[in-house]
């Protein structure tokens, strides 16, 4: 089981990551947190890479969900959705598979609602 679903698109950076907040949006979701890989790694490390941004995304009545079932889950939100320059005017958005990433949880009430975010966040990336 892979841990991310991902598409690679064409587009302006900047344009896909717009597409990618109204896709999640459309899904319930809104982004919490954004970071900025790229301005990081240089302002710390003085090092050079590739567009790279983390949208942590909340669907906040799943996140509910998920909290009521399992008070330590909130270690594992919320949901990041990276996008990132693959050359050549593409760009590749992944996002976290809720499955895999519970799958180590053993409370069982947790996958109706990973299920859920995963059909949500699988959208989100065929939507693009």
Same mark, same amino acid.
């Given at each position: 089981? =892979?841990?991310?679903?991902?598409?690679?698109?064409?587009?302006?950076? #900047?344009?896909?990551?717009?597409?990618?907040?109204?896709?999640? !949006? /459309?899904?319930?979701?809104?982004?919490?947190?954004?970071? #900025? *890989?790229?301005?990081?790694? &240089?302002? &710390?490390?003085?090092?050079?890479?590739?567009?790279?941004?983390?949208?942590?995304? +909340?669907?906040? *009545? %799943?996140?509910? !969900? @998920? %909290?009521?079932?399992?008070?330590?889950?909130?270690?594992?939100?919320? +949901?990041?959705?990276? *996008?990132?320059? /693959?050359? #050549?005017? !593409?760009?590749?958005? =992944?996002?976290?598979?809720?499955? @895999?990433?519970? @799958? =180590?949880? !053993?409370?069982?009430?947790?996958?109706?609602?990973?299920?859920?975010?995963?059909?949500?966040?699988?959208?989100?990336? #065929? @939507?693009?």
């Amino acid at each position: 089981m =892979s841990y991310h679903f991902s598409k690679t698109v064409e587009g302006d950076f #900047d344009e896909v990551i717009a597409r990618v907040t109204e896709a999640l !949006k /459309a899904e319930g979701f809104g982004v919490l947190t954004e970071i #900025d *890989v790229q301005a990081t790694l &240089k302002k &710390k490390l003085d090092v050079d890479f590739r567009r790279y941004r983390i949208l942590g995304a +909340c669907n906040p *009545v %799943l996140a509910h !969900k @998920a %909290l009521e079932a399992e008070d330590k889950i909130g270690t594992m939100l919320p +949901c990041n959705v990276v *996008v990132q320059d /693959a050359g #050549d005017g !593409k760009v590749e958005v =992944s996002a976290v598979d809720p499955v @895999a990433s519970m @799958a =180590s949880v !053993k409370n069982d009430k947790l996958g109706d609602v990973a299920g859920a975010v995963r059909g949500k966040l699988s959208a989100v990336i #065929d @939507a693009l």
